[in-house]
């Protein structure tokens, strides 16, 4: 319980902290995102300039067709893997925004805890039930945010499952479309 001047310090500094650890994780998220992109960018740009030089340098409708089908594999997969570090990224922010705060509700519930003890202990007598109560709703409350928690955790872990069973799936079809189109012969 806060009841002192040092522990409204103690407690404001702990909140402060928590935004600070929270603007750093976004800060941090940020700088990885605009680094991703400004390689992805680059590798473009290069990758634009060689395939456009292939392009013009093209005789024939056999080698067009073999230009035009090794276009679409390389691409794909650099489009997936893109996909993958922007996940990745945006999964270990998330996952340092829900750390930071699991630590905020774990200090609240302690300070609640503390307070609901603290009354208990000093209630006139005759107020049992009433502190009870409190007792009461407080563990059904962290039972019901345990629950909550578990259950978000297992939804993130099957969408990161059903995530890369999806861009693995994505990734076969498209090679499967790509290998009859490098197997053609021209007319």
Known sequence: MISTPAQVAEFQKSQLD?????SHTMF???EKLVDLNLAATRALLEESAEKTQAMLGVKDVQELLSVGSGLAQPSLDKVVSYNRNVYGIASGAGADFSRIFETQIAQGNKQVAEMI???SKNTPTGAE????????ALAAANTAYDTVAKASKQAVDMAESNLNAATAATVKAASNVVKPIKGRKAA
């Open 129 to 136: 039930p009433a502190v009870s109560m409190f007792k009461s």
């Open 28 to 30: 941090e998220a940020t």
């Open 18 to 22: 928590a935004l600070f650890a929270l």
């Open 117 to 119: 003890e603290f009354a």
